[in-house]
């Protein structure tokens, strides 16, 4: 028989591990200072900037993992593009680069995704993976909180997808969940906003112009990353992730102040 390394733990505890700890996270998390919807770049930036400051965060991401398109690059080849300031950034989490010209760096995109990743989970940030928004709670003619249900619900047959969602509250909504803007999306289709939509490609402008436009993009949600092209049709950046990092450090400076307003004037919330 050959030697044994590992504790005798079995199947059933570890079964009620995950299911205690899942449930432990799902109650506290049912009320949250902020939910990020969509767990790429903006999204993680946002909620580690906030996190590192005290601020109760919940990530919602509809894949099973995350950094959206982070991960990839451009056009399935994985280096990461990103153009001056950002590289200040990569340098605060600690992800090593190369200079490949005045105002362009370059580095292996799973590398600094993984490194995004662990920051906005030692900051504090709470992840809800294969999550999807299907609706939003709105309270008078603010939004506070989120509908949402497991992805996989979608995969089942129409006569057994009755299968309802659950309601998550927060003071403040981010979305950052790229080209889908899934909560302005969802706002465009009550008719409270109308929504233009992505322009062509044009990356010396998209960049600027995303993060110059994050903010407010409706009472209670602050729109970050590419979703802040869809709400105000900008200019598509393609594979470069500068604009993404600093769109949702900006996302969490507004945040913050808000949040302050907020607890200052607690009206407002309603």
Request: hydrophobic share 45%; net charge negative.
């Amino acid at each position: 028989m050959s030697e044994v390394f590992f504790k005798g733990v079995a199947e059933k505890d570890i079964t009620k591990t995950i299911v205690s700890k899942f449930a432990e996270q799902m109650v506290e998390y049912a009320e949250s200072d902020v939910i990020i919807v969509g767990g790429g770049p903006a999204g993680l930036m946002a909620g580690r900037d906030l996190a590192m400051k005290g601020v109760k965060v919940l990530i919602i991401e509809q894949n099973n993992y995350l950094g959206g398109g982070f991960w990839i690059g451009g056009y399935l080849m994985n280096p990461a593009t990103f153009r001056h300031p950002a590289e200040k950034i990569l340098d605060e989490l600690g992800v090593k680069y190369e200079k490949v010209s005045e105002g362009l760096f370059v580095t292996p995109a799973p590398y600094a995704c993984s490194k995004l990743i662990a920051a906005a989970c030692e900051a504090g940030v709470r992840i809800l993976n294969m999550t999807q928004l299907d609706d939003v709670v709105m309270k008078g003619e603010r939004v506070s909180g989120v509908v949402v249900n497991w992805t996989p619900v979608n995969a089942l047959p129409r006569q057994v997808t009755c299968v309802d969602p659950i309601a998550l509250e927060s003071k403040i909504v981010i979305d950052a969940s790229g080209h889908d803007a899934v909560v302005m999306k969802r706002l465009e289709e009550r008719g409270f906003v109308k929504l233009p939509g992505m322009g062509a490609m044009w990356v010396e402008r998209s960049e600027d112009a995303v993060v110059e436009y994050t903010g407010e993009a409706y009472p209670g949600v602050v729109v970050a990353g590419m979703a802040v092209s869809e709400v105000y049709g900008l200019p598509r950046m393609g594979p470069t992730f500068g604009a993404m990092l600093l769109s949702g450090r900006k996302a969490a400076k507004i945040v913050a102040q808000k949040l302050k307003e907020l607890a200052t004037t607690p009206s407002l919330s309603v």
